[in-house]
């Protein structure tokens, strides 16, 4: 069993486990910490192992149903690295900050299965363990937001659940149209990414194929019209799962998009990107302005992650290294400063028991240490420089710039937007004259430091020394622009 | 141990011990308990003798002289014979508290459900039109009797009857049928009729072209395809539990591998003039099904009605049969394993929890089931997921088979349709997973006992998840791969 293997199976296996042993609520954390700590130490030498010179690495093979060609295939590159790293990080720094707030096993058992389902999700290689993993992953949320969620949860839970499966099935039929395909050009099924992208598809079929698709992506991250899900999710879902939700899920619909729909359809990705592009543009604006008027906060952080999500579709779409390379980074930059404005909504909660921007205030004279964090964190959202969004922005404006200067001039405008709400919810939030609610705040405890501090560090870290991480990155960008550059030469 | 004894032994079994409980049964010694398991172990020995034939690929005709080649036994029908058995036990071995809470499980119930299994055997292995019906009728007639067991009940009788006269109209079609196949090929064997098929042309052979679609109406009917299958939710409804799994899992899967053979030999020489015909039917099939399944209250009414949907699914398995013959076929027998095991599972469940009562299992009688009793729940939730086809589970893998093959075939919105149908499957199938885990509880805490239906319960549920994922990299058992060489030898083995 290879490292990447150990990492998508220890957090199911735990998870298993948990669920047939009735084990006290404190061993059920305790498992819950070895297993995502265990996950977390092997990302981390995953990292330092990770050969910055190359592209696709840790490739393992098996063979699995083998009439038609499906194979346990998994591997890494620069762009899934950043995201398997964010999800094995963040996952013990939630359970630290949460695990006085949370006391029913089944919290941390489907937070361990959606971590061991979106690893899966992240490295899979091939067609069917990718849809494999991603459907398992929606499990997990569907049965944390059924038991923990608040309001109509039942309604919500299933509401999220067709949405997400309906994309899916059409991404199956997708995916198994390109299979038979495969078998009548070349002979034999074959699900595997590098097999499948040899095929030859008429314009037609190719866009049915590529919609099939970005419906699934786009239901999941979630772009413009498909977002109707999104605000009552989040607002219903407990707080372990909306961090998932925003800080890993929706990132991997975006990663999607990068690994499978251009890889597999370069050129009617290619022709397509202008719409993907002004759509991307138009969510950021849109959702940007809904996040404006709102009071409840997870709603607002919701549409405010849907639009810094669309930011990334769109530096996807630019089809360009800095794009990309942006993309790839603020996937991870805001994954950092979502989960951990998230906790500290989740903190906040816990203590005043409100998510209501209006019934809060001038928490910063009573909790200063809290009122900091919260104040870094929303900024490291906006991306203000020395955040590790600062960097990530600045490479994708770069990137619509080199595209096309009006896109360009788009994208940084609307960057505007965020500001706005965040400024308004920091001044609303943090300052003003204390009230009933706010005026016993208690201060960060010792283990919610533990769990915002190493984010924060590493928000800024990642702000001030960018060098160090691009450089993972660079090889798996130099040798997908190429490829691009290959393309158009044709 | 050779493959005729095997085929010979097997039906014989079934019908000595038959015999046997239906003397016995007036004896001072006969006990309800001791007619179940003597029927147990009969089942349990007979499915352990047709094992042994799975897995090689043969075609015997079974004593030529005797029955003048009316019988084969191929892997085709070993396979299918060992799946009745198997159902047949697990539906008998999970119902044990039904068995013991009522009083309507006499000694001829066991009779009829070895008589059924009996025909269903003779059905599998018949390779002749009439021997087929016969058998057909010998299960049907069983079946029939075993929905309208509860005396008391008066939507068992209505079932019963109403089970009863439709379905002995349908099988008169058959007879017409089989009539006008025989006046034009002069034969009623499978074989001699391909033979003839493919001799003549096809504007010259009406009669046979007619006389199959009335055989395919009476097909139609015990599949329940709309919009033959209006019979189906009442009778389900009516029927008691484990005769309701009992249906739905195994004796449908009976009419298919008939079905499936007559297919394969005759049908498929023509298949141009019956594609639109199916494609119609299964398109039709899977969205009333689904609307059906959707307006549902009960949970039981709600499974009868999506069984109306997966007959449809397999229905474009042989609408693709005709293009892409080997990979189809294969793909309805593992969707019919698949279907077979969720099936069996989801009613044994429901069976278990309604502790013989003849109450309609509600969704509301599901609320909190998760916390009382987290593995029956587990369970149920792992049957839901897999008849939604959720990946992971053996019903995901049955629907890929079947979406691929259709594809394949060229008809792709036949796929698209398919899964259009499995997405609002999702929407009831759900249902049941919110009421077991996210409802409190609205009854108090029961105790089920009976540790062996439990057992067979949660491994019918391993089962199907092993059936999704299971790889000999893992463990050494048989998992996907094996399942489909199996389906392929069976088919392989019709001599295609």
Do not use: C
């Not at chain 1, 909660?349 to 964190?377: D, H, M, N």
């Not at chain 1, 990530?392 to 710039?401: K, P, Q, R, S």
């Not at chain 2, 039709?284 to 949970?299: D, E, P, R």
């Not at chain 2, 099936?343 to 109450?359: M, N, T, W």
Request: glycine share 6%; no cysteine; net charge neutral.
């Amino acid at each position: 069993m290879s490292v990447l293997s150990a990492i998508i199976f220890i957090p199911i296996f735990a998870a298993i486990f948990l669920f047939f042993v009735n084990l006290h609520i404190t061993l059920v954390k305790i498992v819950y910490m070895l297993a995502t700590l265990t996950v977390a130490y092997l990302a981390v030498r995953l990292y330092i192992d990770f050969d910055a010179s190359s592209s696709m690495q840790f490739i393992e093979q098996h063979a699995w149903i083998t009439q038609y060609g499906i194979k346990y295939h998994v591997g890494v590159d620069g762009v899934s690295l950043g995201i398997v790293m964010m999800n094995a990080l963040l996952m013990p720094l939630v359970a630290i900050a949460l695990y006085k707030q949370r006391d029913k096993r089944g919290y941390w058992i489907n937070l361990l299965f959606v971590q061991g389902g979106i690893m899966g999700a992240v490295l899979a290689l091939d067609l069917m363990l990718f849809y494999l993993f991603w459907e398992l992953m929606l499990l997990p949320i569907f049965f944390m937001i059924g038991l923990f969620g608040y309001g109509k949860s039942n309604f919500i839970s299933m509401k999220f659940n067709m949405y997400t499966i309906f994309g899916s099935l059409m991404m199956l039929i997708s995916i198994l149209y390109m299979a038979v395909e495969h078998k009548e050009q070349f002979g034999f099924y074959s699900f595997a990414l590098d097999e499948l992208k040899n095929i030859t598809l008429t314009t037609s079929e190719s866009l049915l194929v590529f919609s099939g698709f970005m419906i699934a992506f786009g239901i999941k991250i979630p772009i413009f019209p498909f977002h109707t899900w999104l605000s009552d999710t989040y607002r219903s879902a407990p707080m372990g799962i909306v961090i998932v939700m925003s800080a890993l899920m929706a990132k991997l619909g975006t990663y999607a998009i990068w690994r499978f729909l251009f890889t597999l359809l370069n050129e009617t990705s290619q022709e397509l990107a202008p719409y993907f592009i002004w759509l991307g543009l138009f969510g950021l604006i849109y959702f940007g302005i809904s996040a404006i008027s709102q009071t409840h906060l997870k709603r607002m952080f919701a549409l405010s992650s849907a639009s810094h999500l669309s930011l990334i579709v769109v530096g996807f779409y630019i089809y360009s290294n800095y794009g990309l390379i942006g993309s790839s980074y603020f996937i991870v930059a805001h994954a950092l400063s979502s989960a951990a404005m998230f906790l500290m909504v989740a903190m906040m909660y816990e203590r005043v028991q409100t998510y209501t921007i209006e019934s809060l205030g001038g928490i910063a004279k009573v909790a200063p240490l809290f009122a900091l964090f919260f104040a870094f964190f929303a900024l490291s959202i906006v991306g203000v420089p020395l955040t590790a969004g600062f960097v990530a922005e600045v490479l994708i404006i770069l990137g619509a710039f080199e595209y096309n200067t009006a896109i360009g001039f788009f994208a940084a405008t609307s960057l505007l937007i965020p500001m706005l709400f965040m400024f308004k919810t920091i001044s609303k939030v943090l300052y003003g004259e204390t009230n009933e609610k706010t005026k016993n705040f208690q201060d960060l405890r010792a283990h919610e430091l533990l769990a915002v501090i190493p984010l924060a560090l590493l928000i800024l870290a990642m702000g001030i020394f960018p060098n160090y991480f691009i450089k993972k990155i660079e090889p798996t960008a130099k040798a997908f622009v190429d490829k691009k550059e290959a393309v158009y030469y044709e | 141990m050779s493959n005729e004894f095997i085929a010979l032994a097997v039906p014989a079994l079934l019908l000595l011990s038959a015999i046997f409980i239906l003397l016995f049964g007036f004896s001072t010694h006969y006990t309800k308990n001791r007619g179940y398991f003597i029927t147990l172990t009969t089942l349990f020995i007979a499915f352990i003798l047709s094992a042994n034939g799975v897995g090689q690929k043969y075609s015997i005709v079974i004593l030529p002289d005797i029955f003048n080649s009316m019988i084969v036994y191929d892997t085709f029908s070993a396979t299918f014979i060992s799946l009745f058995l198997l159902g047949g036990f697990l539906t008998l071995a999970i119902a044990k508290s039904f068995v013991d809470k009522t009083n309507f499980f006499t000694h001829e119930s066991f009779v009829l459900l070895l008589f059924s299994l009996f025909g269903m055997v003779i059905l599998s292995m018949a390779n002749e039109l009439l021997t087929a019906f016969i058998a057909l009728e010998i299960a049907s007639m069983s079946v029939y009797i075993l929905v309208g067991l509860n005396k008391n009940s008066l939507k068992a009788s209505e079932a019963f009857f109403k089970y009863l006269l439709l379905g002995s109209f349908s099988a008169s079609f058959y007879l017409l049928g089989l009539m006008l196949i025989y006046a034009q090929a002069k034969s009623t064997n499978l074989d001699v009729i391909a033979e003839y098929i493919l001799r003549t042309e096809l504007h010259s052979q009406l009669l046979i072209v007619a006389g199959s679609m009335l055989i395919m109406i009476t097909i139609m009917f015990k599949i329940a395809a709309v919009p033959f299958g209006a019979w189906v939710l009442d009778v389900y409804e009516g029927a008691s539990l484990p005769i309701t799994a009992y249906m739905a899992g195994v004796f449908k899967i009976a009419v298919f591998a008939f079905t499936l053979r007559v297919f394969l030999k005759d049908y498929i020489t023509f298949e141009a003039v019956y594609d639109p015909l199916i494609i119609g039917g299964a398109l039709v099939t899977m969205f009333v099904g689904s609307l059906l399944a959707v307006i549902q209250k009960s949970v039981k009414k709600m499974l009868a009605a999506s069984s109306v949907v997966h007959s449809g699914y397999i229905l474009i398995a042989f609408a693709s049969i005709g293009e892409a013959t080997s990979s189809a076929a294969s793909a309805i027998m593992f969707y019919l394993f698949a279907y077979f095991i969720s099936a069996i599972g989801a009613f044994g469940v429901l069976s278990y929890i309604s502790k013989g009562s003849d109450k309609l299992i509600n969704y509301d009688d599901l609320d909190g089931l998760a916390k009382t009793r987290p593995m029956i729940a587990a369970s149920l939730t792992i049957f839901m997921l897999s008849l939604a086809g959720f990946p992971s589970t053996i019903g995901f893998i049955g629907k890929f088979y079947i979406l691929t093959s259709a594809i394949e075939a060229g008809y792709t919105f036949l796929a698209f349709f398919g899964v259009l149908s499995a997405f609002i499957s999702i929407y009831y199938y759900f249902k049941v997973i919110a009421h077991l885990y996210f409802k409190e509880a609205g009854h108090v805490e029961v105790h089920y006992g009976y540790k062996v239906s439990l057992a067979f319960i949660v491994l019918s549920a391993v089962v199907v998840l092993w059936g999704g994922v299971g790889t000999s990299l893992l463990l050494d058992i048989p998992g996907i791969n094996a399942l489909n060489e199996l389906s392929r030898y069976s088919i392989e083995s019709l001599g295609l």
